[in-house]
T-cell receptor, first 112, second 114 residues
Framework: QKEVEQNSGPLSVPEGAIASLNCTYS??????FFWYRQYSGKSPELIMS????GDKEDGRFTAQLNKASQYVSLLIRDSQPSDSATYLC????????????FGKGTHLIIQP | NAGVMQNPRHLVRRRGQEARLRCSPM?????VYWYRQLPEEGLKFMVY????????ESGMPKERFSAEFPKEGPSILRIQQVVRGDSAAYFC????????????FGQGTRLTVV
């Protein structure tokens, strides 16, 4: 049974600070990792994808992957109130196009 | 450049009726995925389809649920004889396939069984 674990939160961060979201996964064979943002009542929106160990930066977002520790994280710099949402970690076993296994998400609140 | 299109956005069905949910993938995408999200729960994978083929249906309930992606037209998720426990948001995602492919979600269909 593949599992993706996230702290459900809420995680409260002051505006302008760095928000750090964490995710662990059980399947050591996992190859592809994704972060989605979901506002209440809306659909998931892809934020970042990462496939190899290390950091990947895109604007205010940085994804970090450590396959040895089976750990993936998302950092949001200069947090804005509009970043308040649920962040979903998703994992794919292979390197192809199979379906994703999602964590339950972390609810992030950015305090103005 | 339309994204993934799902319809209807909201669907109300009485217990025992059939629900049909439609999904048109993004232009250029040939891979479709269906997920279900129950209140306060995460997204659960249901089925992965390519044109005229079911690739992986390991997340699909064994009874009452079926999915297809015909050669022409949208992908359909069909739920027969709906029960209250089927009330959920059903999301479709699509991808172009290939290695390390990213999937993009539609707006979802919120199914309410009364």
């Amino acid at each position: 049974q593949k599992e993706v674990e996230q702290n459900s939160g809420p995680l409260s961060v002051p505006e302008g600070a760095i928000a750090s979201l964490n995710c662990t996964y059980s399947d050591r064979g996992s190859q592809s990792f994704f972060w989605y943002r979901q506002y209440s009542g809306k659909s998931p929106e892809l934020i970042m994808s990462i496939y190899s160990n290390g950091d990947k930066e895109d604007g205010r977002f940085t994804a970090q992957l450590n396959k040895a520790s089976q750990y993936v994280s998302l950092l949001i710099r200069d947090s804005q109130p509009s970043d308040s949402a649920t962040y979903l970690c998703a994992v794919r076993e292979g390197g192809g196009a199979d379906g994703l296994t999602f964590g339950k998400g972390t609810h992030l609140i950015i305090q103005p | 450049n339309a994204g993934v299109m799902q319809n209807p956005r909201h669907l109300v069905r009485r217990r025992g009726q059939e629900a049909r949910l439609r999904c048109s993938p993004m232009k250029g995408h040939s891979h479709v995925y269906w997920y279900r999200q129950l209140p306060e729960e995460g997204l659960k994978f249901m089925v992965y389809l390519q044109k005229e083929n079911i690739i992986d249906e390991s997340g699909m309930p064994k009874e009452r649920f079926s999915a297809e992606f015909p050669k022409e037209g949208p992908s359909i998720l069909r739920i027969q004889q709906v029960v209250r426990g089927d009330s959920a948001a059903y999301f479709c995602a699509s991808s172009p396939g290939g290695s390390d492919t990213e999937a993009f979600f539609g707006q979802g269909t919120r199914l309410t069984v009364v």
